[in-house]
């Protein structure tokens, strides 16, 4: 019913900048909190940024001041502008969305398919 999709990853250098998009489409009402989360090798997923639907943000400790998280309503899309790139950072990113879909009563939380970012020293 939902598909999320994202794109922009890739490989960059330490210090560099990538910005990850992740559009959403299908039978939307509407789309409360957007997020991104990352899952490198051997760890768990953890978030990185999300945003509510009015503008509010909230960021794990290690990418402030660092990344910022962004959304366009209209386009039911939203990007991550990701700054000064550790070889940490690196991971698969996946952004999630709340998803209210037409002939439902009930917010569901859909899940992209994941776009590698490798930062390299």
């Known amino acids: 019913q939902v598909q999320l999709v994202e794109s922009g990853g890739g490989l960059a250098q330490a210090g560099s900048s990538l910005t990850l998009s992740c559009a959403a489409s299908?039978?939307?009402?509407?789309?409360?909190?957007m997020g991104w989360y990352r899952q490198a090798p051997g760890k768990q997923r953890e978030l990185v940024a999300k945003?509510?639907?009015?503008?509010?943000?909230n960021y794990a400790d290690s990418v402030k001041g660092r990344f910022t998280i962004s959304r366009d309503n209209a386009k039911n899309t939203v990007y991550l502008q990701m700054n000064s790139l550790k070889p940490e950072d690196t991971a698969v990113y996946y952004c999630?969305?709340?998803?209210?879909?037409?002939?439902?009563?009930?917010?569901?939380?859909?899940w992209g398919q994941g776009t590698q970012v490798t930062v390299s020293s």
């Open positions: 999630n969305a709340d998803v209210l879909v037409r002939k439902s009563y009930f917010i569901d939380t859909y």
């Open positions: 299908g039978s939307i009402v509407t789309i409360n909190t």
């Open positions: 945003i509510t639907r009015a503008g509010s943000t």
